[in-house]
Structure formats: structure tokens, C-alpha cells
């Protein structure tokens, strides 16, 4: 199946600068891309999400970014803040018919105070 | 809204027990997911369902069983618990078409 790698692991960043994660995938065909956030206990929540027709899509402080031809796509949440502490994961799904989605490993970002 | 909610919230189980883990959802989806979640590794699918009755198999199967009884709920059975398989299974479900999966708050499984 598909194979999404997420990067940075872990990320620690000051209140008020950016954070920006990293993913890339293998099968051209895939289609749509959301990003999760999943806070200590919780379940993971769709935060934004990204389809291949659209190259930038910005939501508030959440930017995602899509480059089809190099196969990546990225997630930057500007001026951060300590609610933004969480694990956030990557994903990417072909969508055709039924609907499979491969996840990347996470990213834990830690917003200092 | 609606909600996805997977009993039990943690389950204790010895090595080479059978357990079972359920999952209901009331967003009247028809797809439904098992995920299992490892520190450092993601989420892995393990079964997903995209009707009634139907079953496919994830990259994580093995050492795993699912029945999808009916549209509004879908069990994951691990057949034989193993010490290294210790982790949080999350449920899911969407409806199937490029939209958002929501997730279940998950089953921490312990193998003592």
C-alpha cells in the first residue's frame, strides 16, 4: 500500500514563531490529504485538509501546502501558541471507490512558553 | 453531530487470550476502520469495512479477526494476545468518499 513518511518526530518551537511538518508519499494516484491533531487521550481531529486540485489551503492560523509533482505536502501553523501541543499526523488516501487511508508516524510539537 | 464509541476503554488480557474490542458509531456511515496506534509508528490499519458484512484487510491483519455485524457497529477480536502487541485501537468510520474519518477515543489494550 501507499507509504506516508512524517517528519519532523518530535518539534519544539517558542509561542508566537511557526511550526511546519513534512510529508511525502509514494502513489501518485492519491488524491486527498487532511491533517489530524490528537491531544493526550483524546482521538485524533481533522484540523485541515487538502485536496489534489488545490496547491494552498489556509484555515485561520493552519496553512497547508501540496506539491503533487514532488509528491509532498506540508503543514504550517503560524504563530503558535501552547494549545497548539499536541500530535499531529499526515495522511494521504486514493479515494476511489472506498475510501483507504495511510497515515504517517506523527509529529509531537511542544509550543514553549 | 455524531459519535463513535468503543468499549471497553482498557482492556487487560493474558498472553494467548482471544479479546475482543467493539466499536459503534451513530453518523450512519458506511465505511468503518480499525486502526491500531504504537508510539512512534502511527496509526496502521488493521481491518476496514465498507458495507455491512464486508471485510478487507489492512496491512496490520495478521493475528487479527473482524465482523462487521451490522452498518452501525464493527468488532476487532485479537486472537491470540501477545505481550508485544500492547497499544491504543482506534475505531473509525467516514463515509467513504474522500471526506473526514472520525475517530473513536480507543481501546488501550494491556497484555499481562
Known amino acids: 500500500g501507499e507509504q506516508v513518511e512524517q517528519l519532523p518526530s518530535i518539534l519544539r518551537v517558542q509561542e508566537g514563531s511557526s511550526a511546519s511538518i513534512n510529508c511525502s508519499y509514494e502513489d501518485s494516484a492519491s488524491n486527498y490529504f487532511p491533517w489530524y491533531k490528537q491531544e493526550p487521550g483524546e482521538n485524533p481531529k481533522l484540523i485541515i485538509d487538502?485536496?489534489?486540485?488545490?496547491e494552498r489551503k489556509q484555515i485561520q492560523e493552519l496553512i497547508v501546502l501540496l506539491d503533487k509533482k514532488a509528491k509532498r505536502f506540508s503543514l504550517h501553523i503560524t504563530d503558535t501558541q501552547p494549545g497548539d501541543s499536541a500530535m499531529y499526523f499526515c495522511?494521504?488516501?486514493?479515494?476511489?471507490?472506498?475510501?483507504?487511508?495511510?497515515f504517517g508516524k506523527g509529529t509531537s510539537l511542544t509550543v514553549i512558553p | 453531530g455524531g459519535i463513535i464509541t468503543q468499549t471497553p476503554k482498557f482492556l487487560i488480557g493474558q498472553e494467548g487470550q482471544k479479546l475482543t474490542l467493539k466499536c459503534q458509531q451513530n453518523f450512519n456511515h458506511d465505511t468503518m476502520y480499525w486502526y491500531r496506534q504504537d508510539s512512534g509508528k502511527g496509526l496502521r490499519l488493521i481491518y476496514y469495512?465498507?458495507?455491512?458484512?464486508?471485510?478487507q484487510k489492512g496491512d496490520l491483519s495478521e493475528g487479527y479477526d473482524a465482523s462487521r455485524e451490522k452498518k452501525s457497529s464493527f468488532s476487532l477480536t485479537v486472537t491470540s494476545a501477545q505481550k508485544n502487541e500492547m497499544a491504543v485501537f482506534l475505531c473509525a468510520s467516514s463515509t467513504g468518499q474522500n471526506t473526514e474519518v472520525f475517530f473513536g477515543k480507543g481501546t488501550r489494550l494491556t497484555v499481562v
Open positions: 469495512s465498507i458495507t455491512e458484512n464486508d471485510l
Open positions: 495522511a494521504a488516501s486514493e479515494g476511489t471507490g472506498y475510501q483507504n487511508f495511510y
Open positions: 487538502i485536496r489534489s486540485n488545490m
